[in-house]
């Protein structure tokens, strides 16, 4: 491994440190003196400055990349991926197929701290290629779309070498693609998951509540979950660090509703979304006690046309939290 990959693997494993980022346009320093500036001007603009400047440091940043650009982004056009935003002087997230991150992947990042990465997914079996390489536990945010989600997910489930991997969107993903998640033991590092576009059973709740996964975030939006799911969720041991919860646009009813102010295992939930159910201010007003989710701060209730002044106890408790 040369000194410039040795560095592209440091900004990739310390993704908000500046320090390495800035270390690697010292390298480059002579031989990539505009790809030096861009580093630089970059990590300037992310943080404090005078108005002036900043106006001054973005236009040089736009001319850099209009200059420069295609050729920094050719190792992403060699792999067929697209979305090679720069971030602080380098490209952290791209899009391409599970094909093509199997045939290029290694090489990719041995050039660009890539580790957020959304996957056009066919079969899974490239994904399964790829996440069985040394090379894809830099990854920490992983995206799949396509038909072959349900594969591609049962597929990290068991990766050798998706251990690092901290966050999961999944897109129209079945039963069955959550249950191999949730149980998945290779998703040790797995702390965020999110499961969009899909007709789920309750039966996913319930795997979700006894996997080994140590989510901190759970995103369950318009999945059809019903109360038995809210209920199961609330059962849930596994899910004992969440502190965000975000069950949005499904069938939950007042019951649902009381068996997650109830529960006893949710009690690090910091921000619950309850939106565009079939809750009324009964149902709501299970959250009014301190003991109900004792850390939660903020509760949304929007688009369900509840009267503000019948649920005062839970607005008192939650102030701006409170989201109707």
Same mark, same amino acid.
């Given at each position: ?10 900004? +990739? ?6 320090? *390495? ?12 003196? *505009? ?28 001319? #850099? ?32 197929? !599970? ?9 990719? #990042? ?18 399964? @290629? ?11 945010? %992983? ?26 969107? %999944?897109?129209?993903?079945?039963? !069955?693609? %959550? ?27 319930? *795997? ?24 199961? #969720? +609330? ?48 149902? %709501? ?6 003991? +109900? ?5 903020? @509760? ?9 002044? !019948? ?8 102030? +701006?939290? #409170?989201?109707?």
């Amino acid at each position: 491994m040369s000194t410039w990959q040795e560095l592209v693997a440091r900004v +990739a494993a310390e993704p908000e440190s500046n320090d *390495a980022r800035l270390v690697c346009a010292d390298v480059l320093c002579g031989t990539d003196d *505009a790809r030096v500036e861009l580093i630089h001007a970059q990590v300037a603009l992310s943080g404090r400055m005078d108005p002036a400047r900043r106006q001054a440091l973005t236009k040089r940043v736009k001319a #850099l990349l209009s200059e420069h650009g295609s050729r920094w982004r050719q190792p992403l056009q060699e792999a067929h991926a697209s979305d090679g935003d720069f971030s602080r002087g380098f490209i952290e997230e791209a899009t391409l197929s !599970e094909g093509h991150l199997a045939k290029h992947g290694e090489a990719l #990042l041995a050039r660009e701290p890539l580790h957020r990465l959304t996957v056009e997914t066919k079969d899974g079996k490239g994904l399964a @290629l790829a996440a069985g390489q040394p090379w894809f536990e830099r990854i920490r945010q %992983v995206r799949l779309m396509g038909s072959g989600v349900a594969r591609a997910a049962k597929a990290l489930a068991s990766a050798p070498h998706a251990g690092h991997l901290a966050r999961l969107m %999944v897109s129209g993903a079945n039963d !069955e693609a %959550v249950e191999a998640v949730a149980g998945g033991r290779a998703l040790t590092g797995l702390r965020s998951l999110s499961v969009s576009s899909a007709e789920l059973s309750d039966a996913s709740a319930e *795997a979700l509540a006894k996997g080994p996964l140590s989510l901190e975030a759970l995103y369950l939006s318009g999945t059809g979950l019903s109360d038995e799911g809210a209920q199961a #969720l +609330a059962r849930g041991t596994a899910l004992a660090s969440l502190k965000l919860l975000a069950l949005n646009r499904n069938s939950l009813s007042d019951e649902g509703a009381q068996a997650l102010a109830a529960s006893k295992t949710l009690l690090q939930v910091e921000r619950l979304e309850l939106s565009r159910n079939e809750l009324s201010e009964e149902g %709501v007003l299970a959250f009014r006690s301190a003991k +109900a989710m004792p850390k939660l701060r903020r @509760l949304e209730l929007l688009d369900m046309g509840l009267d503000r002044r !019948e649920l005062e106890p839970v607005h008192k408790r939650l102030g +701006a939290g #409170l989201r109707l």
